[in-house]
């Protein structure tokens, strides 16, 4: 299967400012990339679909102008969280669309908001 | 999307085959039978899946029912490695390929 990083695995940041996180497929051609966000001891929630050179497609209820996401080459999706607030704090993962009908997901990426 | 119900934990014994149910009374014909896992603070991990016919690669085996209203992942032999949650998943069939997670089986492997 597709090996996936996230990049930072940690982050903290205080209240207001914006976080960048990285998704990166090693050794697959992502052409289309999902974002999840995962709070303590919930599932995870699919929060935007994104395919390689368009624009993302976010999930009902979730901010297009809070959670920004580009998916610019076939190797790399961001997502940066604006203006973040101690509500965005959460477990975000990304994953990468496979073949045969699977999806390759990241570690994830801790973020915590002062 | 079509909902599943999973039992929202489970316990087994190391080395013992373990059987994770899983209902989906309403799936459609198109529907994708998905089973993934997630160990504490990681990113899930594909499991395996099937539409109809049973299924069975490395990590597991899946079964599904005749009239597909429901499945049973299988692993063969749990280790403690195998300690995890479980999702079971419905994968509308079709060009969109968004997993919606329920809230899984928690499956606890004894020594």
């Known amino acids: 299967g597709a090996v996936v990083s996230q990049h930072p695995s940690r982050v903290i940041c205080k209240s207001g400012t914006s976080v960048k996180i990285e998704c990166r497929s090693l050794d697959f051609q992502a052409t289309t990339m999902f974002w999840y966000r995962q709070f303590p001891k919930q599932s995870l929630m699919l929060m935007a679909t994104?395919?390689?050179?368009?624009?993302?497609?976010?999930e009902q209820g979730v901010e297009k102008d809070k959670f920004l996401i580009n998916h610019a080459s076939l190797t790399l999706s961001t997502l940066t969280v604006t203006s973040a607030h101690p509500e965005d704090s959460s477990f975000y993962i990304c994953s990468v669309r496979g073949q045969a009908d699977t999806q390759y997901f990241g570690p994830g990426t801790r973020l915590t908001v002062l | 999307d079509a909902k599943t119900t999973q039992p929202n934990s489970m316990e087994s014994n190391e080395e013992e085959p373990v059987h994770l149910p899983c209902n989906h009374s309403t799936i459609s014909g198109t529907d994708y039978i998905h089973w993934y896992r997630q160990l504490p603070s990681q990113g899930p991990e594909y499991v395996i899946h099937?539409?109809?016919s049973n299924v069975n690669n490395r990590m597991a085996s899946l079964a599904i029912a005749e009239d597909r209203k429901s499945s049973t992942l299988i692993l063969h032999r749990a280790t403690l490695r195998d300690a995890a949650v479980y999702y079971c998943?419905?994968?509308?069939?079709?060009?969109?390929?968004?997993?919606?997670f329920g809230k899984g089986t928690l499956l606890t492997v004894n020594p």
């Open positions: 099937g539409l109809t």
């Open positions: 994104s395919n390689e050179g368009s624009k993302a497609t976010y």
């Open positions: 998943i419905l994968r509308e069939g079709g060009s969109n390929y968004k997993l919606t």
